[in-house]
């Protein structure tokens, strides 16, 4: 074959690929249309294991007051996140950079870093939101899954081969996957639903406002996660501002209904 008919084929196989399998995929609470190749068990196993690879190579913390407020936080989140029944694991690790992640299967690492910027639970509650974000809104997926496409339409490979390229083209794009920074639409997303689930938790949504301004305040010592993708913290407070109405108002019901 010549490139162009590999080229071409190639693309005819990720078209119907694409077709059958991302015909369902939504994010949650925005709706959005997302493109995934990935099912939900393989991006699970995916994030079991660099979950376990991570732990092993980090300090586990032994502050009991970190452990049980990341813990609380965490089982507070995970339960009105929409998947509930996913095997949540919350761990917190030393490490001076204030930063945190979840991945996919509900497995959430909290940096001891975060808590110098994070000054009480409602802030805390709006990281760990936001990572909890990306994870149920399958962000890691979406990047392997638009990494697949590159690399199938480009090489025409995979797909146009048979069933045990596309496997081999699916590792080594989650390979890439899973430590592929999110996109900008994709923090923004984060936020969005991070703030609706905070609020849901019954954690003060207003705190996002001023945790994000204290990141913004820190200067350079910020970690990649929360500003080299994101909008600048200007206009990400500003979009904040605008879901905040509606965030106040799951905020109160959740709060009158657990008689916080
Ligand atoms: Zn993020």
Redo the contacts with the bound molecule.
């Keep these: 074959m010549n490139k162009s008919v590999r080229l071409a084929s190639g693309l005819v196989a990720i078209v119907l690929a694409v077709g059958v399998l991302a015909a369902c995929a939504s994010a949650p609470v925005t709706g959005r249309n997302q493109l995934i190749l990935v099912s939900e068990p393989e991006a699970q196993q995916m994030g079991l294991q660099a979950y376990q690879q991570i732990l092993e190579k980090s300090t586990i913390s032994d502050r009991q007051d970190y452990n049980r407020r990341v813990n609380t936080i965490g089982r507070r989140i995970a339960a009105v996140s929409g998947k509930p029944e996913l095997d949540w694991e919350f761990t917190v690790i030393e490490d001076d950079t204030p930063n945190a992640f979840a991945l996919p299967g509900g497995k959430v690492g909290v940096h001891t870093g975060l808590f110098k910027v994070a000054e009480n639970d409602d802030q805390l509650a709006t990281v760990m939101a936001?990572?909890v974000a990306?994870a149920i809104a399958r962000h890691g997926s979406e990047r392997m899954s638009q990494q697949m496409v590159v690399k199938g339409g480009l090489q025409g490979l995979g797909a146009a081969t048979g069933s045990a390229g596309a496997v081999q083209l699916a590792a080594a794009a989650a390979q890439l996957g899973i430590i592929l920074p999110?996109s900008r639409d994709?923090?923004a997303e984060?936020d969005q639903i991070g703030l609706i689930y905070m609020a849901r938790a019954g954690y003060d949504p207003r705190a996002a406002v001023d945790l994000w301004r204290n990141f913004d305040a820190m200067g350079g010592d910020r970690p990649a996660?929360?500003v080299s993708t994101h909008p600048s913290p200007g206009s990400r407070i500003e979009r904040l501002q605008e879901l905040m109405p509606e965030a106040l108002e799951i905020y109160k019901q959740s709060t009158s209904s657990t008689g916080q």
């Design positions: 936001h990572e990306h999110y994709q923090e984060a996660e929360f």
